[in-house]
């Protein structure tokens, strides 16, 4: 992965506009937040290989990053991310990494189901 | 440390095993006991990815698959087994199902020594529903026919409520082996291990403990 550049993402994001795509969404503190602090409210979320369709789709912000996906019934979108590829399988994978390079946030769509 | 028919080692991400018992894991193997170390996932959703990052979120487990093997070969466990489930998944897994897949384990390989972490003191979920799991498996054997079970433990609480570990194995004379093995788990070590190097050769008190001293408690059942 590398820093994002708007410009590319915006095209990945405008490519899969109104075709069905596979989803991965992910947000993490990492499950050890809470043992390491206590006072650490631990959250989360996760969704995997969610079957979608959205209108459009944008990046905004000026890094770190924010990306939302219209949905016909709905909205999709992540928060913090900073990273980004488009790997050999055509997939796009955007990934928001803390000051430590540790994965915080995680969105992918891809044409075809992630393994 | 005695010698041992068989020892099972149940975690469900790679590097678990690398902190918590490798050296006990290697000085099995060097007294000629057979391990079979069943891990559960490929740690699919680890944070490390590199910094700069050099890993994916979906090249990340085959990163984790290669480093596991090789953080096997170094503590000399011939009997790896990766399971195929997903990490931060296995508290939602049917429990009867997880159950089974260890008692089948257990049948096959008739263990007299399996190691897992401790229920309740393990801190990651996955943790904790593994050894809730390998615990149920165990429990349905009849009681002098047990083998002997061995938990990790490292919550905040675990000395406070299980009192001082009943197991500590010095494994000083395999502790090249012990630093290879968590080394083979470069992506999520790597920024661990940059000071070792410094602390043994400064003798370091606390952390040659840390890394010498594998603390186990017996579970009570």
């Known amino acids: 992965m590398k820093p994002i550049d708007r410009t590319e993402v915006q095209n990945a994001i405008d490519s899969f506009a109104g075709q069905d795509v596979y989803l991965h ?23 995997r290989n969610a079957f979608i369709q959205y209108e459009h789709g944008k990046i905004v912000g000026d890094g770190p990053y924010r990306i939302g996906l219209k949905l016909n019934i709905g909205w999709v979108y992540a928060e913090g991310v900073n990273h980004f590829e488009v790997d050999d399988q055509g997939r796009l994978l955007v990934a928001g990494l803390d000051f430590s390079g540790k994965l915080a946030v995680s969105m992918q769509l891809s044409p075809t189901p992630f393994e | 440390m005695e010698k041992e028919r068989h020892v099972l080692v149940i975690f469900p991400h790679p590097d678990d095993e690398a902190f918590s018992v490798s050296g006990t894991v290697a000085i099995h193997r060097e007294a000629g006991t057979p391990v079979t170390y069943l891990c559960l996932t490929l740690g699919e959703m680890g944070r490390n990815l590199g910094n700069p990052p050099f890993a994916t979120r979906e090249s990340l487990p085959k990163i984790r698959k290669k480093e596991l093997i090789d953080a096997a070969n170094a503590i000399g466990i011939e009997d790896l087994r990766m399971l195929g489930l997903r ?7 049917d429990d009867e199902k997880l159950t089974s897949i260890f008692t089948a384990a257990i049948n096959e390989l008739n263990p007299s020594l399996i190691i897992t972490f401790y229920p309740g003191y ?19 054997i009849e009681e002098k026919e047990r083998p002997k079970l061995h938990c990790v433990a490292f919550s905040n609480n675990c000395i ?4 001082q570990p009943d197991i500590i194995h010095d494994i000083t004379a395999v502790e090249e082996k012990k630093v290879a093995a968590v080394t083979a788990h470069r992506s999520q070590t790597e920024a661990m291990v940059l000071d ?12 040659l403990e840390w890394i010498r001293k594998e603390r186990l408690w017996t579970y009570k059942f």
């Open chain 2, 122 to 140: 393990s801190v990651h979920p996955d943790h904790e529903a593994t050894a809730r799991a390998v615990v149920r498996a165990v429990e349905r």
């Open chain 2, 87 to 93: 990490d931060k998944t296995i508290e939602f897994e």
């Open chain 2, 196 to 207: 070792w190097k410094e602390k043994f050769e400064n003798q370091d008190a606390d952390f």
């Open chain 1, 25 to 47: 969404l992910e947000t993490t503190n990492g499950a050890y937040a809470t043992h390491v602090d206590e006072a650490f409210f631990s959250a989360g979320a996760y969704i």
């Open chain 2, 160 to 163: 406070q409520e299980l009192g």
